[in-house]
């Protein structure tokens, strides 16, 4: 039999970012932005502007790209597979706006809310305002803590509820098991939990018909509305003066401080998508705790 892959079409990196920030966040201790660790360096847009170490930035922008795949060649047809991240990745393998409109056209102060890393760009001569940040909507999300219970290899995932013996807890050994062992392939049955959040990624017909614009724009082919990799970002919002086409000055929202967080490989086509695409992506605790047997 031949040697088969199966890949995941949603892989998530949690880079180094990521667990610089927890760890900040977790003990209060002052945030840091290393050299060559934010987007704003990429974009060259707010690099004289750093948060105070002591503000709290959180995960709230998605930037996207089209280079997250590659294609292989399986009998006659191509197959485009995801290329997943290193976890020191701070960047993407292509940045690509959200939005590209001319400098007469821009978006209303109320759609520009939504959005962030607003810069200008020449696409074959032509001057567009491109915005490469949206902002996500984290309302409604909340952190979950799940059981799961595996048996004879099946796994089935519920609410974790603290019980009184959680909090009044009697010694006993775990089995001779090497959890932290990444080589191990083999996941025994018995119970694990795990904590994180659930974040639904929308994007509307809205978003959706100017992403369409932008490969028109950019690639010359509305039909080639490629999204294969998404950065998870955070940063702290800051007031920013821009300029309309005519001239005129006005503030809105920007970003600073922008990090990776979780980088997203996978494949889909924004043109052949036939109505809101969706994505929900887990983030938190990387691997369950193991409780021991069911």
């Known amino acids: 039999m031949a040697n088969t892959k199966v890949y995941d079409g949603k892989l998530s990196t949690a880079t180094l970012s990521a667990m610089r920030l927890a760890s900040a966040l977790i003990c209060g201790a002052d945030v840091k932005y290393p050299q060559n660790s934010t987007l704003n360096e990429f974009f060259k847009l707010m690099t004289g502007k750093l948060p ?72 074959e001569g032509r001057n567009y305002w491109a915005y490469y940040l949206k902002r996500l909507d984290m309302r409604s999300v909340q952190t979950t803590d799940l059981e799961t219970i595996r048996e004879n290899g099946v796994p089935k995932t519920e609410d974790f509820v603290y019980k009184d013996s959680d909090l009044n807890p009697i010694p006993k050994d775990l089995p001779d098991y090497d959890y932290d062992d990444d080589s191990t392939v083999e996941i025994p049955d018995g119970r694990y939990v ?70 997203i490989s996978l494949f889909t086509n924004l043109a052949q998508t036939n109505d809101q695409l969706g994505l929900t992506i887990r983030v938190g605790q990387p691997a369950p705790f193991y409780l021991g047997q069911a």
């Not at 485009?80 to 690509?96: D, E, L, N």
């Not at 109320?110 to 200008?120: L, M, N, S, V, W």
């Not at 959706?208 to 998404?230: F, K, P, R, T, W």
């Open 52 to 123: 105070d170490p002591t503000v709290r930035p959180s995960l709230k922008y998605m930037s996207i790209g089209y280079a997250g795949h590659k294609s292989v060649k399986v009998k006659t047809i191509d197959s485009f597979v995801p290329i997943a991240k290193s976890p020191t990745a701070s960047g993407m393998f292509s940045h690509v706006p959200f939005v590209l409109r001319t400098l007469d056209n821009d978006l209303s102060d109320e759609q520009r809310k939504d959005y962030a890393f607003r810069t200008q760009v020449n696409v």
């Open 194 to 263: 795990q904590s994180g959040c659930d974040i639904v990624i929308n994007w509307t017909e809205f978003d959706i018909q100017e992403y369409l614009n932008v490969a028109a724009i950019m690639l010359g082919d509305a039909g080639s509305a490629i999204v294969s990799e998404i950065a998870l970002c955070s940063g702290v919002d800051f007031t920013a003066s821009g300029e309309s086409a005519t001239g005129s000055p006005f503030a809105y929202e920007e970003a600073i401080g922008v990090q990776v967080l979780y980088h």
